[in-house]
């Protein structure tokens, strides 16, 4: 989705995203989720003064203090304002900690009422669903499930990586070719 | 960066010329680089490069072309629904969609 989003876009038009993993769930916070799409964005657009001034105070502070919440949003509107339109494309979104995920959810809720220019584009198990759509009522929802071409695509790749190719001889191939789709399409 | 981009329908080709996906900042002084990690630690860049590398052509286009997408993406400012969510098993290739 990036990448088409990136291909299309115009000069005034950012596209930025995010990889939830559950791996590091914890690490994952909203502040750095949220952090880490403010840091594309001025990593874009260049680093504005008032982004300086509050880093020089925060390292003044106490060793060091990290943003919290209500300032990074404050900071993340700014930076979205003068834009075009700009693109927030998470991924994985039920990978993240429940708890991270509402806050998340909720401030993107924000940016969307603050911002025309914000566009959203969420993945996730659809056991998330009902989350989402408590946040965003009218959210566009595509369920996404591969197509018979998407299935043969994906097995002659892995045929063709194949470690141990002579254990493999046409008659398998062809055969893992006719029954490993046709047993998906029947699921 | 926006020359040679392979627009133009042609969603199964793997021409990946555009590399401004996230425009890392060139010239990074000390401080810059301090602040872009105060502001956060993650790297989505980095895992996105991951997902190019890994990604099969053509899989999962057929997502790009429908209607729900194309206005989700095109609509000016003000449009009805900025949210868009695509949803399965693990595994469908959600994360891998061009």
């Known amino acids: 989705m990036i990448d088409t989003l990136c291909d299309q876009a115009r000069g005034g038009i950012a596209v930025v995203g995010l990889y939830c993993d559950f791996r590091v769930q914890q690490e994952q916070s909203t502040t750095c989720m949220l952090g880490a799409i403010l840091k594309q964005l001025v990593s874009r657009g260049g680093i504005q003064e008032h982004i300086r001034d509050a880093f020089q105070k925060a390292k003044k502070e106490f060793g060091g203090r990290g943003l919290l919440l209500p300032d990074l949003m404050g900071i993340l509107k700014r930076a979205i304002a003068p834009l075009e339109r700009v693109f927030i494309c998470i991924d994985a979104l039920d990978e993240s900690a429940p708890e991270h995920r509402r806050e998340l959810l909720g401030s993107l809720r924000e940016i969307i009422r603050v911002s025309p220019n914000a566009r959203i584009f969420l993945t996730g198990r659809a056991h998330i669903e009902d989350e989402i759509v408590k946040c965003f009522s009218e959210a566009v929802r595509i369920p996404v499930s591969p197509t018979q071409d998407d299935i043969k695509s994906y097995l002659e790749m892995r045929l063709d990586r194949d470690t141990d190719p002579s254990a493999m001889d046409d008659e398998l191939r062809a055969d893992i070719m006719r029954a490993i789709p046709a047993e998906i399409s029947e699921m | ?98």
């Open chain 2, 1 to 98: 960066m926006s020359s040679g981009r392979q627009w133009s329908g042609n969603f199964g080709s793997f021409n990946v010329n555009s590399n401004n996906i996230f425009n890392f900042v060139t010239e990074i002084d000390g401080e810059a680089h301090q602040i872009l990690q105060w502001l956060s630690p993650l790297e989505p860049p980095k895992q996105h490069q991951d997902v190019r590398i890994g990604r099969l052509d053509g899989v999962g286009n057929w997502v790009l072309e429908t209607a729900e997408f194309k206005k989700w993406s095109d609509e000016e400012d003000g449009c009805d629904e900025p949210v868009l969510f695509c949803y399965g098993n693990l595994g469908v290739g959600k994360t891998y969609l061009r």
